[in-house]
């Protein structure tokens, strides 16, 4: 899909459909007036006055405009009322009007932006309307064969403005929204792709891709490698599968070679059966996502080196299945892991603590300033959450505080959950160090404990994405299945992390 930015008038622009937003509490004549003239304003009036359209949010309408303008339609999106305005609502009303023009079979959009009394800068409302477009008309189509003519595709999302200072803040913000847009498809695809095409060796391979970028730099430790080190948690679970682990370590060097890098660590089971411990067979196809994590952090390298950050940036992605094979771990089976420590496993199915503590015990290599780790790891938290949020745990107050605002700021928010002392006992083991898992009761909570123990002195937050990663229903700006829940989240706390609090 292409993003244009074009110079022009929205009344003079020869566009297949002009998206204009409109309050629900917006007074007769509507803005539009002033942009497309009297005649589509007296136009909207009507379809006002009938009822057919008083722009609540998400409400979109569309209009026939024979000849005041070249514009042959007029999308008309709602927004709400005025007070309520976000930037979370605005991506979701752009959605929803891209997706109305898809459904009409047309090949692009043209976008206007209105910043009049929204108190919004036209470069946060072009990011958020375009990111919210892009998004919303996210489709996974590379399996179906049938009928492909009737897959309809936008081609080209179109900016118009007429003002000189507004189109530059529209060309920024439209790189801007490309790029993050680009990592959070990058990141769908590799969750909707089904375990048989997304195998640990398929994520190494997507992440050479990703290194062929400027600055990036891709390591991939194979299962002989990590022998060699004393990755046993990680090597553990990949015991019952036949497809080889990969340990991938992506490294984005924004800044200066002495910098302390922030590691990112991100959950990479291609596909999660549960084990011996094995799960149900309702809904086991959906564990095919349960990568989303690794896939979230290589979308954020992605996007980190796109928008050429000042920072370091490394992201591993620990990547095996979880299968009941022949050598596949058992119940009661020890384990040493990369630290030292050992891990008595009591469920094959609580297999993504396993291969985090590896991994966060290989970030400690880089001297972090941060880790962030992010994993669909425990049921419990989809239970407890639901999928409109991310549980948050971690020893760190302002990493804590910068991943709050970027989940605000970018919509993909965070819940905290407490990480006390008191449930660490849960996950004592008679014969081990630690076992893992510490029963139902706490389930998000006990499994962040354990993966604490793992983490060493340095700061360090674990992001529960069990809930949202996956929807069995369409959101504003995020059709069902894979969400790429993360990555905006990450690029988001990255662009500010050396800012203040100012607004990126
Ligand atoms: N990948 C699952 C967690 C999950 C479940 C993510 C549903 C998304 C949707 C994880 O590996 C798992 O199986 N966790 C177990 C842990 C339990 C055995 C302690 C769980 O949540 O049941
Ligand atoms: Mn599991
Ligand atoms: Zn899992």
Redesign the pocket.
């Given at each position: 899909m292409k993003i244009e930015i074009k110079k022009g008038k929205p009344a003079e622009y020869p566009a297949e459909a002009i998206v204009l937003t409109r309050f629900e509490d917006s007074e007769a004549p509507a803005g539009a007036t002033r942009f497309l003239g009297a005649t589509i304003g007296a136009l909207i009036d009507d379809v006002v006055k009938n009822g057919d359209f008083q722009g609540k949010l998400y409400q979109t309408a569309v209009l026939y405009t024979r000849d005041p303008i070249p514009a042959r339609r007029v999308i008309l999106a709602g927004l709400g009322p005025k007070k309520d305005l976000d930037m979370e609502k605005l991506r979701g009303a752009y959605a929803g009007a891209a997706r109305q023009a898809r459904a009409l079979g047309l090949k692009e959009i043209t976008l206007f932006l209105d910043v009049h009394d929204t108190g919004q800068t036209i470069r946060q409302m072009t990011e958020a309307a375009l990111e919210g477009a892009i998004l919303g008309i996210y489709q996974f189509t590379p399996y179906k064969t049938l009928e492909r003519e009737k897959i309809k595709i936008i081609e080209r999302i179109t900016v118009v403005d007429d003002k000189d200072d507004a189109l530059k803040e529209i060309r920024a913000a439209a790189k801007t929204a490309e790029v993050v847009a680009h990592a959070v498809y990058f990141a769908r695809d590799l969750v909707s792709t089904p375990g048989n095409d997304m195998t640990p060796s398929d994520m190494a391979q997507a992440a050479r891709r990703i290194a062929e970028r400027k600055r990036v730099s891709v390591k991939v430790l194979d299962v002989a490698q990590m022998k060699k080190l004393g990755m046993h948690a990680l090597l553990g679970v990949a015991r019952g599968s036949d497809e080889p682990a990969k340990f991938i370590i992506l490294e984005y060097r924004g800044a200066k070679r002495g910098e302390s890098p922030i590691v990112l660590v991100g959950?990479g089971?291609t596909f999660?059966s549960?084990g011996i411990?094995i799960?149900p067979s309702e809904n086991m196809e959906?564990?095919k996502?349960?990568m989303a994590g690794g896939a979230a952090v290589m979308g954020a390298i992605m996007a980190a080196a796109d928008l050429q950050l000042p920072l370091n940036v490394v992201g591993l992605v620990p990547a095996t299945e979880?299968l009941p094979g022949g050598n596949a771990l058992k119940p009661g089976d020890i384990l040493k892991s990369f630290s030292g420590q050992t891990i008595e496993v009591v469920?094959t199915?609580?297999?993504?603590r396993l291969i985090l503590a590896d991994a966060l015990t290989y970030a400690q290599r880089f001297q972090p300033a941060a880790v962030i780790d992010l994993?669909?790891?425990?049921?419990?938290?989809?239970i407890a959450l639901g999928d409109h949020v991310i549980g948050m745990l971690g020893n760190d107050g302002s990493l804590k505080e910068k991943i709050r605002t970027a989940g605000e700021r970018t919509g993909e928010r965070v819940w905290e959950l407490p990480l006390w002392e008191d449930y660490h006992e849960l996950i004592k083991s008679d014969v081990a160090d630690f076992k893992?898992?510490?029963?139902?009761a706490g389930?998000v909570i006990?499994?962040a404990a354990f993966l604490s123990k793992f983490v060493g002195a340095c700061p360090w937050v674990h992001l529960d994405i069990?809930?949202p990663?996956?929807l069995a229903k369409d959101k504003p700006y995020a059709p069902k299945g894979a969400t790429g829940i993360g990555v905006r989240l990450l690029v988001q706390c990255l662009r500010d992390w050396k800012r203040d609090a100012a607004p990126a």
């Open positions: 959950k089971l999660d549960g411990s799960k959906e564990m996502s349960d979880n469920n199915d609580a297999e993504g994993a669909t790891l425990t049921g419990a938290c989809k893992n898992t510490g029963g139902r389930g006990t499994a069990a809930g990663a996956w």
